[in-house]
């Protein structure tokens, strides 16, 4: 289990990432649906694999550069069936635009998930359906100066609604989590942040299920 809630955690940040480049993108657009196609084709041509936007796409720009996506999929490796590798319904997301573009600081407001769906799976044979896009991402890293932000805030990130299945076909097992609802506080380097979160799990074959609930700090 901890090596799907470290992806999950993974997953979200690549997400909160790729809205920050999506925010950027956008404030140079008129009205960002006309491209949800260009913005699929890039995604597809970085990872190989399908992806949508479904839904709107809403924006916008100061003194919060704020960007909205309704309901997001992206497509499964080969050989892992039809069903999507990852679904959201919607997600929220708003920069603070002079911190930016003035001194390279990202000052997120809130960064809001809704309804994610994700589905780890390890086939009979070993392979897994997220190690092409660790691949694809190793690929595209910067170089040693990569321009990144001099610091990062965060205001409050959420989670609702949330679920994930992780099948192993070699072991014969499944674990599932559903429900899962979480949220922090202010999230800043060398301070602690307040986190609460709760979700129910499942495991098979075994037939063990709960819930967990938990609050607390976290030292980062």
């Known amino acids: 289990m901890g090596r799907v809630l470290k992806l999950l ?4 940040a690549a997400l ?4 920050v480049v999506a925010v950027l993108i956008f404030a140079l657009l ?3 649906n006309d491209y949800r196609d260009r913005i699929a084709q890039a995604v597809e041509a970085q990872t190989g694999r399908e992806f949508a ?7 916008s720009v100061f003194p919060w550069l704020a960007v ?7 497509g499964n490796a080969e050989g892992f069936g039809p069903e999507p590798f990852a679904t959201f319904e919607s997600a929220e997301l708003s920069v603070k635009l002079l911190p930016m ?6 000052e997120v407001g809130k960064a809001r998930l809704d309804g994610l769906d994700l589905h780890l799976a390890v086939g009979a044979d070993g392979r897994n359906n997220w190690q092409d896009l660790s691949e694809a991402q190793e690929t595209a890293a910067p170089g040693e100066d990569d321009g ?6 965060i205001g409050s990130i959420e989670v609702v609604n949330a679920g994930l299945s992780y099948a192993d076909a070699q072991a014969g097992t499944t674990y599932r989590v559903r429900n899962l609802n979480a949220a922090t506080g202010n ?18 074959p075994d037939g063990t299920s709960g819930s967990v609930a938990a609050a607390g700090t976290l030292d980062l």
């Open 16 to 19: 909160v990432a790729l809205a």
């Open 53 to 59: 936007i479904e839904g709107q796409l809403g924006l």
């Open 101 to 106: 573009l003035l001194r390279r600081e990202i």
């Open 9 to 12: 955690l993974l997953f979200v």
């Open 68 to 74: 909205e996506v309704g309901r997001t999929k992206l």
């Open 30 to 32: 008129f009205d960002p």
């Open 187 to 204: 999230i800043r380097a060398g301070d602690p942040v307040d986190f609460d979160a709760g979700f129910e799990f499942a495991m098979e």
């Open 148 to 153: 990144g932000p001099a610091s990062l805030d």
